[in-house]
């Protein structure tokens, strides 16, 4: 049973600390620049690769810190994302991190997790998030690809077009809402062969 409560945060209003420089820490990078490119990230680590330099060296969002991680480097952040090669450092960063109220991510173990990165499809505004609760990132992967697929590229205009209604609409919440409802019923009917 998938327990996770789905959410998407507004990065560019919180401050995320990464520790860790090598392959995994960039490939979490990555990951966060490309759904929010406006994100503030501090990121720590001894060894820092050289993309994670390149893509420092293009956004003044990133800051680097070249050395080993200090447990004040958590001060003032929202949420920690830890991928360093040693797992007892990982483990003993989460516990402090959760001892300040800090959510945390623990790269490949997703026991000590308080929350996962999802695969992501994006298609303009629409944002389709898909977790398979830490068990396989790689069935996450292969179900972006399907979804990528079958969601049309026009699906922006229709999210405009919503939108205009949403706003002309006169009346409470309810009625709103059932009047959007309505509206949006033919994208779920099934089509008669």
Do not use: W
């Amino acid at each position: 049973m998938n327990n996770l409560f789905p959410i998407f945060l507004k990065l560019e209003n919180l401050q995320m600390l990464i520790v860790g420089g090598g392959y995994v820490a960039l490939e979490k990078l990555t990951a966060v620049l490309q759904n929010s490119p406006e994100a503030n990230v501090t990121l720590v680590s001894p060894e820092i690769g050289m993309e994670i330099r390149t893509l420092a060296k293009d956004n003044s969002r990133i800051n680097l810190i070249e050395r080993k991680f200090e447990d004040q480097d958590l001060r003032e952040k929202d949420l920690v994302l830890v991928a360093t090669n040693d797992k007892a450092e990982n483990k003993r960063i989460a516990l402090v991190a959760r001892e300040k109220h800090l959510i945390v991510n623990v790269a490949d173990t997703p026991d000590i997790c308080d929350f996962y990165l999802s695969s992501v499809v994006r298609k303009g505004n629409l944002k389709v998030a898909i977790s398979t609760n830490g068990m396989s990132p790689t069935l996450a992967k292969r179900l972006k690809e399907v979804l990528s697929e079958a969601l049309p590229d026009n699906l922006e205009t229709a999210m405009e077009q919503l939108k205009a209604v949403r706003e002309m609409l006169k009346g409470d919440f309810a009625y709103k809402v059932d009047e959007l409802n309505r509206i949006t019923s033919v994208l779920t009917e099934k089509k008669a062969l």
